[in-house]
């Protein structure tokens, strides 16, 4: 069950980020309120995550996975680069996280 709500608060997180891209400087209204109501329950969700999740665990798979996620975004929809040097990083970020979890719980 941890795990689902750790993807919970990824997916909030990766909503609120994609919104905030759309708030265009919160000067937008309803981005700007998606953009909060997504970084509060993705908070809250991580929040309850830690209760049962290392916090160096939970912190690398929320934040490798939310960083990966928004960026294959902006390269697949919003017309960003996609170079061979992005998808390297990427693929490195996801390689860390499973090498942080590889490590066990001590």
């Known amino acids: 069950m941890v795990y689902v709500t750790l993807a919970g608060a990824i997916l909030s997180e990766v909503l609120a980020t994609t919104a905030m891209k759309y708030s265009e400087g919160f000067s937008k ?14 908070f809250a969700l991580l929040a309850q995550t830690l209760k049962a999740m290392n916090i160096g665990t ?3 798979i929320w934040a ?4 990966a996620l928004v960026a294959a975004i902006g390269m697949v929809f919003m017309g960003e680069s996609a170079s061979a040097l992005k998808i ?7 390689a860390g996280v499973v090498v942080l979890n590889l490590g066990g719980a001590h």
Do not use: C
């Open 29 to 42: 209204l309803w981005p700007s309120l998606g953009t909060a109501a997504g970084y509060l329950v993705a």
């Open 88 to 94: 390297l990083g990427l693929v490195l970020v996801v």
């Open 64 to 67: 490798g996975a939310g960083t």
């Open 58 to 60: 939970a912190y690398a």
